[in-house]
């Protein structure tokens, strides 16, 4: 059974650092393109990045509203996604979901919450 | 980036009635969409890939299709269980992005 579970959530100010995990299972996750897609309280959903597969030297792709501030990482031996938010903004406040796609989003976590407020 | 517009914004019917849902692109996209659903405080589910394949598992009454940059998804008879919010989404350009969601309400 595939499964991702999100962690690493929760209140940081404006300004702050936040890093967000993703532990997959029932996949090869270095056989997958992975990405991280956010909902704002009340709001739609917004793709945020991509981390490629391996044999796509894991390269990586960025909404322009998190580009320079976000990085989207891996580490396939510990079967985990990464998100590192830096230089957070109030506006980043979402619920950011961990998705596994190529093209269309086909497995989706449960969510970790994110707020940033002072 | 592509603007992604669903129709209508909110739509009311009845267990067993036929809906229809419109999604357009702003540029043509080919048949690179896809259709979730999404539930009250639940992660979105993937439905329909490449505008008119149903994901595994997903009912049969789930229909995709459209091309360029017309999509619809229909329903061909409502249950109980499909209401709920539905997005599109394009995969064919950087940035990805989704319709602003249609919401499913019981009438």
């Known amino acids: 059974e595939v499964q991702l579970v999100e962690s690493g959530g929760g209140l940081v100010q404006p300004g702050g650092s936040l890093r967000l995990s993703c532990a997959v299972s029932?996949?090869?996750?270095?056989?997958?393109?992975m990405d991280w897609v956010r909902q704002a309280p009340g709001k739609g959903l917004e793709w945020v990045g991509r981390?490629?597969?391996?044999?796509?030297?894991?390269?990586?792709e960025y909404a322009a509203s998190v580009k320079g501030r976000f990085t989207v990482s891996r580490d396939d031996s510990k079967n985990s996604l990464y998100l590192q938010m830096n230089s957070l903004k109030t506006e980043d406040t979402a619920v950011y979901y961990c998705?596994?796609?190529?093209?269309?989003?086909?497995?989706w976590g449960q969510g970790t919450l994110v707020t940033v407020s002072s | 980036d592509i603007q992604m517009t669903q129709s209508p914004s909110s739509l009311s019917a009845s267990v067993g009635d036929r809906v229809t849902i419109t999604c357009r692109a702003s540029?043509?996209?080919?048949?690179?969409l896809a259709w979730y659903q999404q539930k009250p405080e639940k992660a979105p589910k993937s439905l329909i890939y490449?505008?008119?394949n149903l994901q595994s598992g997903v009912p049969s009454r789930f229909i995709g299709s459209g091309s360029g940059t017309d999509f619809t998804l229909t329903i061909s008879s409502l249950q109980p269980e499909d209401f709920a919010t539905y997005y599109c989404?394009?995969?064919?350009?950087?940035?990805?992005?989704f319709g602003q969601g249609t919401k499913l309400e019981i009438k």
């Open positions: 998705v596994r796609g190529y093209h269309s989003f086909d497995y």
């Open positions: 540029q043509d996209i080919s048949s690179w």
């Open positions: 989404q394009q995969y064919n350009n950087y940035p990805y992005t």
């Open positions: 490449d505008a008119s």
């Open positions: 981390s490629r597969k391996k044999v796509n030297s894991y390269t990586t």
């Open positions: 029932g996949f090869t996750l270095s056989d997958h393109y």
